[in-house]
């Protein structure tokens, strides 16, 4: 009885965990859960969606990184990332504003999300990588941006690969999860 007990728990639990996650195609379509072709990610609890990487090297692709810089603060020419291969200026501004005007996942509101935000995503447990894998393919073990308005000169970046954030110099390049608030 017992064993029966505890994978009903494990299932239920598993259930639970996973019905606030839902895939969303390009065009804004939900997705059967055991899609592989979706390019968003909509959570229900928190009622936002989540940019998907590909391993396509395009616009998503799951290797750019990017400079931080918002109009006003950082480096706007991204001359210090590492890997931007979907085109010039590999900062996280462009790339967001390249995100709106393709209206990825019928969203036109993509931005940054704030540290807190980006926390929500991170899964504790025995595995190195912190974000469930089958909805956030791709993902690297390495630090993404969030929104940082407190320091002109440093922004946070929250690592998938032990949890903590950290502040890093907005020339240093990084990679990037953008989301968009539900509609």
Known sequence: MYKITA????FICTLIVNAQLIKVSAQGN????????HQCV???????VWEVKLSDKGLQDMNNTYTWFDGKSGVDNGDYSHYCHWGKNCNT????NTLNTVKL????AWRLPSESELRTLLI??????????????NAK?????????????????VPFFYGGSKGSDKSFDAHIRAVSDAY
């Open 93 to 96: 501004q462009a790339f967001i």
């Open 105 to 108: 996942c019928k969203q036109s």
């Open 141 to 157: 073990r390495k630090s993404y941006w969030s929104t940082d308005e407190q320091d002109v000169d440093i922004a946070i970046d």
């Open 124 to 137: 504790y447990g025995d595995n190195d990588l912190l974000i469930n894998p089958d909805f956030f393919p």
């Open 7 to 10: 994978f009903l728990s494990f």
């Open 30 to 37: 939900i997705l059967e859960s055991e899609s592989r072709n």
């Open 42 to 48: 909509l959570d229900q609890q928190s009622k936002l």
